[in-house]
């Protein structure tokens, strides 16, 4: 198995370890205690001068890397890696008081000053000359250096800076919708200008959707979401070729945000751009936090192709971003590390190695806490490295495919959510997450994956909310059933085309055919409502009034209450070996299980975990070595899989061979 991508040394396989480091917020005698600290824990490599560049270039032009040298060659010394970076996520003070031009804009117009940080626009050509003049000069310097083993562009690009509305957007976006559509009448098409008196008749008319009256044009708001996501990328690419032009064999990445609902960024067209995937994740509050890590995890694990990636950011125990900042309990700091390298990632680390005492961040947790090394939280610090280390067989091995996929499409995200829509309630994540909870509890283990994967390897391929589906995607599911495959889908899926464009005739549309029924309004449910099926299960937010179409779609549920009442809920059509099913409203992961257990059945699926394990372990698989994450708090009997090791810790993961 080849090693890990990015490790430069004799290719033996480990998991490395490490975070965020930050010396330059620390006097110099701190930074001996802090290597000191980090061999004790296991540490192998860390992310440096990720907010540096008020430190490295104090004035315009006038560099300081005389503390960089130092950090670098004392890391080097004690056997740490350094992913380095361009240090270019916030320009200084001293860049912004000279230009103030390359400040973002809002969308109501205002500047957004600086103060926080990502205060800079993705499309301003005075920032890209700055920003490349410091990735030159950091790159010049330290290309030769033994403990480089890595470029880390930027930092979480788009996290604060994604939507900027401003003159130099403007003629970007201008630019791109020159690129996408050719000419101006194509775009009057494409954007159904004729309504509302909005034909353009040239390109400088075009601008970004600013604050508007009401509803801006959906065409255009859909567009501007997939320019800025492209105008992100295309400043990933201008800092990587700067770094390949001065090490060609140096990997470089970025870290990428799949989390929770940071959607704006379109991370899987952005893979191929960087030589190895990286991704931060913070949980969120609720019930199903650790599963929803798990969703994300598995989407990172295939967004890099099943390859190995790099866990660039999570935390130790609290963030201090949210509302109520709590402490994660006994055995969730290594339950949440190796839930990530479960689905593939190869290094586990943290933001940050030492708690700030000062800044915005200083609540937010660290491998070296405020309280220090004699604390129960280093203590688990250093038992997660000793536990890295026992797991470094796992380095190097791929993602074992499930036989279900979960589809996951940004286009549809992006725009089943825009605004004048059947419903504001309607969210897309959550119902792919549905599904793979349901799934979970069921006992099958599922990949989460883009829309560009084959799916012809998958013996059901779930497509919840597709609401996005060009010609060419509905040949391609068409051919995926008819080839034998089973294909799941949901309300809202089908409806358009890659403009934004109804599909006429009814819904859903481009699926119409492959499914067999037709709906010819929606029937979306208010919030005090609920839709009771025959089946004895209960959804809400959405109905459909569908009419079956072929006689060949079997009806496995129908409603039994409101203007719905006695039309199919859940549809089925058999084709050949293969089915297209439908499911009209949101039953949640509950109600979802229920209905996965018979379409499993018809489709010949059968569970990976044995029944008492289901709905309490998670089970991942990497090459040789199966993944048991317990979901729950209280231990649980894993005898049956693992004999050697028959009881789960409560929080706990065991690894064992395939």
């Not at 004799?10 to 965020?20: K, M, N």
């Not at 192998?44 to 560049?53: G, K, M, R």
């Not at 490349?132 to 788009?158: C, F, K, M």
């Not at 799949?258 to 609720?286: I, T």
Request: aromatic share 10%.
């Amino acid at each position: 198995m080849s090693s890990t991508p990015w490790l430069r040394r004799d290719g033996t396989p480990r998991l490395e370890y490490g975070a965020d480091y930050n010396p330059d917020q620390w006097p110099r005698e701190v930074w001996d205690d802090d290597v000191r600290r980090m061999r004790e824990a296991g540490v192998t490599i860390v992310s440096l001068a990720i907010f540096s560049w008020a430190r490295i270039e104090p004035a315009d032009g006038s560099f300081d890397f005389g503390w960089l040298d130092e950090a670098m060659d004392l890391l080097h010394a004690n056997g740490i890696l350094v992913d380095l970076a361009t240090a270019t996520a916030s320009p200084p003070p001293w860049l912004t008081l000279a230009h103030p031009e390359i400040l973002p804009v809002d969308k109501q117009g205002n500047t957004i000053w600086p103060g926080g940080r990502q205060h800079w626009r993705p499309t301003s050509p005075v920032f890209r000359t700055y920003a490349l003049r410091l990735v030159r000069a950091i790159a010049s310097r330290y290309q030769d250096h033994p403990a480089l083993t890595a470029w880390h562009v930027n930092n979480e690009l788009g996290c604060h800076n994604v939507f900027d509305y401003s003159d130099d957007a403007a003629r970007a976006f201008r630019a791109w919708l020159q690129d996408r559509y050719k000419t101006i009448d194509a775009l009057n098409d494409a954007w159904a200008t004729a309504f509302w008196s909005q034909r353009y008749t040239a390109w400088d008319e075009i601008l970004p959707p600013r604050q508007a009256a009401t509803h801006p044009n959906p065409g255009q708001q859909l567009d501007f979401k997939r320019f800025s996501s492209d105008a992100l990328k295309d400043y990933l690419i201008a800092e990587r070729e700067v770094l390949r032009s001065f090490t060609p064999d140096v990997p470089v990445t970025t870290n990428f945000m799949v989390m929770g609902e940071s959607k704006n960024m379109d991370y899987a067209d952005w893979a191929a751009e960087v030589d190895f995937v990286s991704n931060d994740h913070y949980r969120q509050p609720g019930p199903r936090s650790a599963d929803e890590l798990s969703f994300s995890a598995n989407l990172v694990g295939n967004i890099a192709g099943g390859r190995p990636w790099f866990l660039m950011e999570h935390s130790t125990s609290a963030v201090n971003w949210q509302p109520i900042n709590l402490a994660k309990r006994p055995g969730e700091l290594e339950r949440d590390s190796l839930l990530h390298v479960a689905h593939g990632a190869d290094a586990v680390c943290f933001f940050q190695w030492r708690q700030s005492r000062g800044g915005a961040e200083k609540y937010h947790s660290s491998m070296l806490p405020h309280a220090g090394a004699d604390s129960a939280l280093f203590r688990s610090v250093v038992a997660l490295g000793d536990r890295l280390k026992e797991l470094a067989p796992v380095a190097g091995s791929p993602r074992t495919p499930a036989r279900v996929a979960i589809v996951f499409d940004w286009q549809s995200w992006w725009a089943s959510e825009l605004d004048s829509h059947p419903t504001n309630r309607l969210r897309y994540r959550r119902e792919a997450f549905d599904w793979y909870v349901a799934l979970m509890d069921q006992g099958f283990r599922a990949d989460v994956v883009p829309l560009s994967t084959d799916l012809s390897a998958y013996d059901v391929v779930i497509a919840p909310v597709l609401y996005v589906v060009p010609a060419s995607l509905s040949t391609r599911l068409s051919a995926y059933v008819a080839g034998g495959g089973h294909l799941v889908t949901t309300y809202f899926s089908g409806i358009v085309d890659e403009r934004d464009q109804v599909w006429l005739g009814g819904y859903p549309g481009a699926l119409r055919d492959l499914l067999g029924i037709r709906i010819e309004e929606f029937a979306p449910l208010p919030d005090n409502e609920r839709a009771h099926l025959d089946n004895g299960l209960t959804g809400t937010m959405w109905t459909d009034r569908i009419d079956v179409t072929d006689p060949a779609v079997e009806v496995l549920a129908s409603y039994k209450s409101g203007d719905v009442a006695g039309r199919p809920a859940v549809t089925r059509r058999a084709v050949g070996n293969g089915s297209a099913a439908y499911v009209s409203t949101r039953l949640g992961p509950e109600g979802l299980g229920v209905i996965l257990t018979d379409l499993a059945e018809r489709a010949g699926l059968t569970p990976d975990l044995p029944a008492d394990l289901r709905g309490r372990v998670e089970l991942a698989q990497r090459g040789d070595f199966r993944f048991l994450i317990n979901r729950t708090d209280d231990p649980v009997d894993i005898s049956a899989l693992s004999p050697s090791a028959p009881t789960l810790a409560a929080r706990g993961v065991a690894v064992i061979s395939a």
